[in-house]
């Protein structure tokens, strides 16, 4: 055994880093025997920036529990990749002329030595990067099925685009309604796109939440944006002889619609021009809603502006009562069937805008437990509804106005709402039907650094998929990647790449210049880990058996990909299920996210606010363990935390003590042993780390063995075997530093390939308990006893407490009660 009082973490650091690689112990190996675990975290898109340390919380965090699963005898996979297509690095060619794929291989470079730096235990033999043309031929091939069985088409939508840029932006690169590039207006555009069908998925994408263990606000978030809505369909006849249908949840408000509004952009408005005698205020209107974000539409707080169609009306079906036809910009298009009845007495947005223009209001709901439907106070009742309209309280008395008892409503009155909806639906023959928030997802971008779309425009025979032997469809060498100045890709202008045969007809054809959003790649990276390299499929069958066997165990990413990534992820994979190439209808079992690190001053990291910390800096300085120690103590770990390089010392100094404590238990004779009280504190420190790892309670087990060494280092001797057991529980914080002083004990193996201790549970069982004294019900004093102290030895000592004397002296004692284990209770 080697003493050696320096803790050199940089000399350490490099020579484990060294010897795990070259033993390969982080190599992940299809092996049936074994019980595999795939711990997952979202591979980096590599930035000019380098590493950051947002990235190395959620990274330590995986590996925290890839560690532990490792020593729990599990066959671990724990992969890294690369997220490379992406606009920051083409905005770099764009600025400096060099190739993305150039930048890209320097960056990668840059974050794989960073990575490595900090002794993550990624299986690096199974790298992916979604730019290598290796694996995007496999992105291309999942969109060729998806347009083979119909779930990828062209569509006209509507774009964003940049007036100063002349190019379309996506959703994310509008910024405060204003491009994120150059600050120019954006407005919207009509434009051919790609679309792919996610909304075909809403439905299992909705429900399968119930089969996976993701965080609850998780859940919730997807649930929001998938928006199932179940209700009706209900058609009001227009007095042109067109009907229009409206998509409600409220089918029992149907006697209280006092009016219909319909989309702007609903088509019907322009079949109506004939018959609307306002036709130039309703185009003036319908103009000016173009420009009126969807957001802006949304928001409550904003005003709610419309237009009548006048000349024309609707028939209510319930009440045959003729109510006007109204357009505004608080009924979307894109949602139902871009046409509401409205009911001010029962929706808020229907009230504000029907006092605002004057519009009737009817009350048709009462509250179920309402006293005052008694016949004779209900005119009474209702007048004092209808005042709570008016004054605005209304919504703040929720159960006046929401589901309750139908009145009014003709054969319905009297019936509950629940029922009505039903009823009252197939009454005026409506359907019952499910609606979703969801839409389907803009598939191009028209962009040189991302997957060209695999798709040959041929006159004669339309849109003709690249046959699959011939993917990869690669990007072509281009000397400007500045986009044209029609909004096309970049890819659009070399004519040599874009000029084809029709793979039908062999006459000449025109290649697909969109190219895919850089969410394409990260839709099955993870599927790509389990067989990294094959040339014949995406992953074999088997590789996806055992690696994909109930998904992927454990994913941890940020929150902001709920309704991005990770919803797209979950229905590419759904359709590789239906399509029998994966083995799992959902991907990833287990779901958590991290709080983000913030600056300092509490900001949001930034390049331009100059805060962002370099790990590297600290690496250096105080070493990849303090780091990684100091990034799981940091505060809770689904917590928001400041940064603070100042605490960076408390991390390095428990390292530095642990270290000295080791080589003092070194130095002690085999023999020696740790007293009783540690050897139990170290046991209780053993649960302590392997429950709060399940639970991501990082924090909390560093300081369940911060208090272990206080205590330790209190009562020495540390006894050889306990020493090691301790090294063992922090070995998953502190790969480094636990491995050399494992090695310093002279273990063979690597600390890292050892078993998870076990707790002994006879130690971890208190034998001593303190119990409540009390005199004539008041608690008086507490002493500490042994669990199975007799009940007059007990009785006795309570008696003779000097704070319980105080309280007995010179009185009677009439009776004493012993509770075992809680209390003595004493009558005076
Ligand atoms: C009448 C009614 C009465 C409504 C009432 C609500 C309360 P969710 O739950 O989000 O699906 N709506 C329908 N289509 C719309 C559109 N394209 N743009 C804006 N609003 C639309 O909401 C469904 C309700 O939102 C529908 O039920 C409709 O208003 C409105 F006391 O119909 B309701
Ligand atoms: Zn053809």
Same mark, same amino acid.
């Given at each position: 055994?080697?003493?050696?009082?320096?803790?050199?973490?940089?000399?350490?650091?490099?020579?484990?880093?060294?010897?795990?690689?070259?033993?390969?112990?982080?190599?992940?190996?299809?092996?049936?025997?074994?019980?595999?675990?795939?711990?997952?975290?979202?591979?980096?898109?590599?930035?000019?920036?380098?590493?950051?340390?947002?990235?190395?919380?959620?990274?330590?965090?995986?590996? *925290?529990?890839?560690?532990?699963? #490792?020593?729990?005898?599990?066959?671990? @996979?724990?992969?890294? &990749?690369?997220?490379?297509?992406?606009?920051?690095?083409?905005?770099?060619?764009?600025?400096?002329?060099?190739?993305?794929?150039?930048?890209?291989?320097?960056?990668?470079?840059?974050?794989?030595?960073?990575?490595?730096?900090?002794?993550?235990?990624?299986?690096?033999?199974?790298?992916?990067?979604?730019?290598?043309?290796?694996?995007?031929?496999?992105?291309?091939?999942?969109?060729?099925?998806?347009?083979?069985?119909?779930?990828?088409?062209?569509?006209?939508?509507?774009?964003?685009?940049?007036?100063?840029?002349?190019?379309? +932006?996506?959703?994310?690169?509008?910024? &405060?309604?204003?491009?994120?590039?150059?600050?120019?207006?954006?407005?919207?555009?009509?434009?051919?796109?790609?679309?792919?069908?996610?909304?075909?998925?809403?439905?299992?994408?909705?429900?399968?939440?119930?089969?996976?263990?993701?965080?609850?606000?998780?859940?919730?978030?997807?649930?929001?944006?998938?928006?199932?809505?179940?209700?009706?369909?209900?058609?009001?006849?227009?007095?042109?002889?067109?009907?229009?249908?409206?998509?409600?949840?409220?089918?029992?408000? $149907?006697?209280?619609?006092?009016?219909?509004?319909?989309?702007?952009?609903?088509?019907?408005?322009?079949? +109506?021009?004939?018959?609307?005698?306002?036709?130039?205020? *309703?185009?003036?209107?319908?103009?000016?809603?173009?420009?009126?974000?969807?957001?802006?539409?949304?928001?409550?707080?904003?005003?709610?502006?419309?237009?009548?169609?006048?000349?024309?009306?609707?028939?209510? =079906?319930?009440?045959?009562?003729?109510?006007?036809?109204?357009?505004?910009?608080?009924?979307?298009?894109?949602?139902?069937?871009?046409?509401?009845?409205?009911?001010?007495?029962?929706?808020?947005?229907?009230?504000?805008?029907?006092?605002?223009?004057?519009?009737?209001?009817?009350?048709?709901?009462?509250?179920?437990?309402?006293?005052?439907?008694?016949? &004779?106070?209900?005119?009474?009742?209702?007048?004092? @509804?209808?005042?709570?309209?008016?004054?605005?309280?209304?919504?703040?008395?929720?159960?006046?106005?929401?589901?309750? *008892?139908?009145?009014?409503?003709?054969?319905?009155?009297?019936?509950?709402?629940?029922?009505?909806?039903?009823?009252?639906?197939?009454?005026?023959?409506?359907?019952?039907?499910?609606?979703?928030?969801?839409?389907?997802? *803009?598939?191009? #971008?028209?962009?040189?650094?991302?997957?060209?779309?695999?798709?040959?425009?041929?006159?004669?025979?339309?849109?003709?998929?690249?046959?699959?032997?011939?993917?990869?469809?690669?990007?072509?060498?281009?000397?400007?990647?500045?986009?044209?100045?029609?909004?096309?890709?970049?890819?659009?202008?070399?004519?040599?790449?874009?000029?084809?045969?029709? =793979?039908?007809?062999?006459?000449?054809?025109?290649?697909?210049?969109?190219?895919?959003?850089?969410?394409?790649?990260?839709?099955?990276?993870?599927?790509?880990?389990?067989?990294?390299?094959?040339?014949?499929? !995406?992953?074999?069958?088997?590789?996806?058996?055992?690696?994909?066997?109930?998904?992927?165990?454990?994913?941890?990413?940020?929150?902001?990909?709920?309704? $991005?990534?990770? +919803?797209?992820?979950?229905?590419?994979?759904?359709?590789?299920?239906?399509?029998?190439?994966?083995?799992?209808?959902? =991907?990833?079992?287990?779901?958590?996210?991290?709080?983000?690190?913030?600056?300092?001053?509490?900001?949001?990291?930034?390049?331009?606010?100059?805060?962002?910390?370099?790990? %590297?800096?600290?690496?250096?300085?105080?070493?990849?363990?303090?780091? #990684?120690?100091?990034?799981?103590?940091?505060?809770?770990?689904?917590?928001?935390?400041?940064?603070?390089?100042?605490?960076?010392?408390?991390?390095?100094?428990?390292?530095?003590?642990?270290?000295?404590?080791?080589?003092?238990?070194?130095?002690?004779?085999?023999?020696?042993?740790?007293?009783?009280?540690?050897?139990? $504190?170290?046991?209780?420190?053993?649960?302590?780390?392997?429950?709060?790892?399940?639970?991501?309670?990082?924090?909390?087990?560093?300081?369940?063995?911060?208090?272990? !060494?206080?205590?330790?280092?209190?009562?020495?001797?540390?006894?050889?075997?306990?020493?090691?057991?301790?090294?063992?529980?922090?070995?998953?914080?502190?790969?480094?530093?636990?491995?050399? @002083?494992?090695?310093?004990?002279?273990?063979?193996?690597?600390?890292?390939?050892?078993?998870? =201790?076990?707790?002994?549970?006879?130690?971890?069982?208190?034998?001593?308990?303190?119990?409540?004294?009390?005199?004539?019900?008041?608690?008086?004093?507490?002493?500490?006893?042994?669990?199975?102290?007799?009940?007059?030895?007990?009785?006795?000592?309570?008696?003779?407490?000097?704070?319980?004397?105080?309280?007995? %002296?010179?009185?009677?004692?009439?009776?004493?009660?012993?509770?075992?284990?809680?209390?003595?209770?004493?009558?005076?």
């Amino acid at each position: 055994m080697k003493k050696n009082d320096n803790y050199s973490h940089a000399q350490i650091e490099r020579k484990w880093q060294k010897a795990w690689e070259t033993q390969a112990i982080y190599t992940a190996k299809r092996d049936p025997k074994k019980k595999k675990f795939f711990g997952l975290i979202e591979f980096p898109y590599p930035s000019g920036s380098g590493l950051h340390v947002g990235h190395v919380r959620s990274n330590t965090a995986m590996d *925290v529990i890839a560690r532990k699963r #490792r020593m729990e005898g599990f066959n671990v @996979l724990y992969p890294i &990749g690369w997220d490379a297509f992406g606009l920051p690095t083409e905005n770099y060619a764009i600025k400096t002329g060099i190739a993305p794929a150039k930048v890209t291989k320097t960056n990668t470079d840059i974050f794989r030595k960073q990575l490595k730096s900090i002794g993550f235990s990624f299986d690096w033999s199974r790298e992916v990067n979604t730019t290598d043309p290796a694996y995007f031929k496999w992105t291309q091939w999942i969109f060729l099925q998806m347009y083979k069985k119909g779930l990828a088409y062209k569509a006209k939508t509507e774009i964003n685009w940049c007036t100063s840029c002349k190019i379309g +932006l996506a959703n994310e690169e509008v910024v &405060g309604g204003v491009c994120e590039r150059c600050g120019g207006k954006v407005e919207k555009r009509q434009k051919e796109q790609w679309m792919l069908a996610i909304t075909k998925y809403a439905d299992r994408l909705d429900r399968d939440l119930d089969t996976v263990d993701y965080l609850e606000k998780i859940k919730i978030q997807q649930r929001n944006w998938i928006g199932k809505s179940e209700g009706s369909e209900i058609n009001f006849k227009l007095s042109t002889g067109d009907s229009v249908p409206v998509f409600t949840t409220r089918a029992d408000t $149907l006697f209280g619609a006092t009016y219909i509004v319909l989309a702007p952009e609903n088509q019907l408005v322009s079949q +109506l021009k004939a018959s609307v005698k306002n036709w130039d205020d *309703v185009e003036t209107y319908i103009r000016k809603v173009k420009d009126t974000s969807e957001e802006d539409r949304t928001n409550d707080k904003k005003e709610k502006t419309g237009v009548c169609l006048e000349g024309i009306f609707a028939i209510n =079906p319930a009440t045959n009562e003729q109510i006007p036809v109204w357009i505004a910009d608080y009924v979307l298009n894109s949602y139902g069937t871009g046409a509401v009845m409205a009911v001010p007495a029962h929706d808020e947005r229907d009230l504000a805008f029907a006092k605002k223009y004057n519009l009737p209001k009817k009350i048709v709901i009462v509250s179920a437990h309402s006293e005052s439907l008694d016949p &004779g106070n209900k005119d009474e009742f209702l007048q004092i @509804l209808y005042a709570l309209l008016e004054s605005g309280d209304a919504f703040g008395k929720k159960n006046f106005f929401t589901d309750g *008892v139908l009145i009014d409503s003709g054969i319905f009155s009297g019936m509950a709402s629940a029922e009505a909806r039903k009823k009252v639906t197939e009454a005026i023959g409506g359907k019952i039907v499910t609606k979703y928030k969801l839409r389907d997802w *803009v598939f191009s #971008r028209q962009r040189y650094w991302g997957e060209p779309i695999p798709i040959i425009h041929c006159e004669k025979c339309g849109y003709v998929p690249v046959p699959e032997k011939e993917l990869p469809v690669l990007l072509p060498k281009v000397k400007s990647y500045v986009p044209t100045d029609t909004g096309e890709s970049p890819l659009a202008l070399i004519h040599s790449w874009v000029n084809t045969k029709c =793979p039908t007809c062999r006459g000449p054809a025109r290649r697909e210049t969109d190219t895919m959003p850089n969410w394409a790649g990260s839709s099955w990276y993870y599927l790509r880990y389990t067989d990294p390299t094959n040339k014949k499929e !995406l992953a074999s069958k088997e590789n996806l058996a055992y690696f994909m066997k109930n998904g992927v165990d454990w994913y941890n990413g940020g929150m902001e990909h709920t309704t $991005l990534h990770l +919803l797209y992820s979950r229905f590419w994979h759904k359709f590789l299920y239906d399509l029998k190439v994966v083995p799992t209808s959902e =991907p990833y079992h287990k779901r958590t996210s991290h709080g983000m690190i913030l600056a300092e001053s509490g900001d949001k990291m930034s390049k331009s606010k100059g805060n962002v910390v370099n790990p %590297d800096e600290i690496v250096k300085t105080y070493g990849a363990d303090t780091l #990684r120690v100091y990034e799981m103590f940091m505060g809770p770990f689904d917590q928001s935390v400041a940064w603070s390089t100042a605490s960076m010392m408390g991390p390095r100094k428990f390292l530095e003590r642990v270290w000295k404590l080791t080589q003092r238990s070194i130095l002690v004779s085999p023999k020696a042993k740790t007293t009783k009280e540690l050897e139990k $504190l170290l046991h209780k420190t053993i649960k302590k780390v392997t429950e709060d790892i399940e639970t991501m309670g990082f924090n909390t087990a560093i300081s369940a063995m911060m208090i272990f !060494l206080n205590e330790a280092e209190k009562s020495e001797p540390l006894a050889h075997k306990d020493a090691k057991l301790f090294l063992k529980i922090l070995a998953p914080f502190a790969p480094h530093m636990t491995e050399e @002083l494992w090695d310093q004990f002279g273990e063979k193996n690597f600390i890292h390939t050892e078993d998870w =201790p076990k707790y002994t549970q006879k130690l971890i069982i208190d034998d001593h308990v303190k119990i409540a004294i009390q005199v004539n019900g008041k608690v008086r004093d507490e002493i500490e006893i042994e669990i199975d102290a007799d009940e007059e030895s007990v009785k006795k000592e309570a008696l003779a407490r000097t704070k319980v004397l105080q309280f007995t %002296d010179g009185k009677q004692i009439k009776k004493v009660i012993y509770v075992k284990g809680r209390l003595v209770s004493i009558v005076v």
